[in-house]
């Protein structure tokens, strides 16, 4: 089955620098890998998600990009802001496209 | 608006009690999932559920069941509680097809004592 690894666990970033997390994969054959926020107290929600036919996908400050080749894929956030701290998960979806299998989660803290 | 509901978001219950958690979307969505988050160790698969009455094991399925009767609702069962199943329960669904997004519940606290 997937198994999906996410580095740093932990990331404190200044205010207005880049904020770069990283996951690798290892089912060849997954074709969709969501990102979700999680604020303290809530629920995760999906911030940006790409599929395996594209190499990178951007949505104003935050970008992810994929590489099938290495299995790996990153999430980049630029401009950080107060209101990016929270924690972070990457997922991948497995063959089968019903599974979906999640990092270990990044928690990221903006120092003003 | 989509929505994902669980029955409770704080529960407290002692071991060797059966506990069933509650899930239920109004989206219509084939996949249902159950999740245990554990600081540090992310959102772990529990079970899934691709239609009604059919399910799979997830990575950590031992000491837990799961029902889904009705395509809307998804239970989460805990034959015999221990206090290492004192955790986060999150509930989630999305699509087989198209817009697969996972959306999910507001998790359960439970607190096995």
């Known amino acids: 089955g997937e198994n999906v690894e996410q580095h740093p666990s932990t990331l404190s970033v200044q205010e207005g620098d880049s904020a770069v997390i990283k996951c690798t994969y290892s089912d060849s054959a997954s074709n969709y890998f969501p990102w979700y926020k999680q604020e303290l107290g809530k629920r995760p929600q999906l911030i940006i998600d790409i599929r395996s036919n594209v190499g990178e996908k951007k949505d104003q400050r935050i970008a992810v990009t994929l590489n099938k080749t290495a299995k790996h894929f990153s999430l980049h956030i630029t401009e950080t802001q107060p209101e990016d701290s929270a924690v972070y998960f990457c997922?991948?979806?497995?063959?089968?496209?019903?599974?979906?299998?999640f990092g270990s989660g990044t928690r990221l803290s903006i120092r003003p | 608006d989509v929505k994902v509901t669980q029955s409770s978001r704080y529960l407290v219950k002692r071991t060797g009690e059966k506990v069933f958690l509650e899930c239920v979307q109004d989206m219509d969505h084939e996949n249902m999932f159950w999740y245990r988050q554990d600081p540090g160790l992310g959102l772990r698969l529990i079970y899934f559920?691709?239609?009604?009455?059919?399910?799979e094991k997830g990575d950590i399925p031992e000491g837990y069941s799961v029902s889904r009767e009705k395509k809307e609702r998804f239970s989460l069962i805990l034959e015999s509680a221990s206090t290492n199943q004192t955790s986060m329960y999150l509930c989630a669904s999305s699509l087989v097809r198209g817009n697969t997004e996972a959306f999910f519940g507001q998790g359960t606290r439970l607190t096995v004592v």
């Open positions: 997922a991948a979806r497995d063959s089968s496209a019903s599974k979906i299998i």
């Open positions: 559920s691709y239609d009604v009455k059919m399910k």
